[in-house]
Nanobody, 122 residues
Framework: VQLQAFGGGMVQAGGPLRLSCAAS????????MGWWRQAPGKGREFVAA????????TYADSAKNRFTITRDNDKNTVLLQMNSLKPEDTGVYYC????????????????WGQGTLVTVSS
């Protein structure tokens, strides 16, 4: 299984950014696809996740009402649309996948992408 994250960059506070995660190597029908992030000097934290089958979404409180996670079944891609970005959203964003029962538990995810850096300036 391979996950490749794209779309990071530098943006001013209040602006939008869209991240993409291209997935390959297996059938993802039973998987949860998630986005996690790691700010400088901090641990990796959950951002958002979507069940590939059914499309149920879950968000961290910090992401609710600002971020939207979607999937494109035809392209095996998961998108994270981030709006109203804040400096505290800065970090390396990772996409992850797995047969997850507890969506906000990092150890439940079996596969991780390489990460893409998001920098939000004030």
């Amino acid at each position: 299984v391979q996950l490749q994250a794209f779309g990071g960059g530098m943006v001013q506070a209040g602006g939008p950014l869209r991240l993409s995660c291209a997935a390959s190597g297996c059938t993802f029908g039973a998987y949860v696809m998630g986005w996690w992030r790691q700010a400088p000097g901090k641990g990796r934290e959950f951002v958002a996740a979507i069940r590939w089958s059914g499309g149920t979404t879950t968000y961290a409180d910090s992401a609710k009402n600002r971020f939207t996670i979607t999937r494109d079944n035809d392209k095996n891609t998961v998108l994270l649309q981030m709006n109203s970005l804040k400096p505290e959203d800065t970090g390396v964003y990772y996409c992850a996948a797995g047969s997850v029962r507890h969506i906000m538990v990092r150890a439940q995810y079996d596969y991780w992408g390489q990460g893409t850096l998001v920098t939000v300036s004030s």
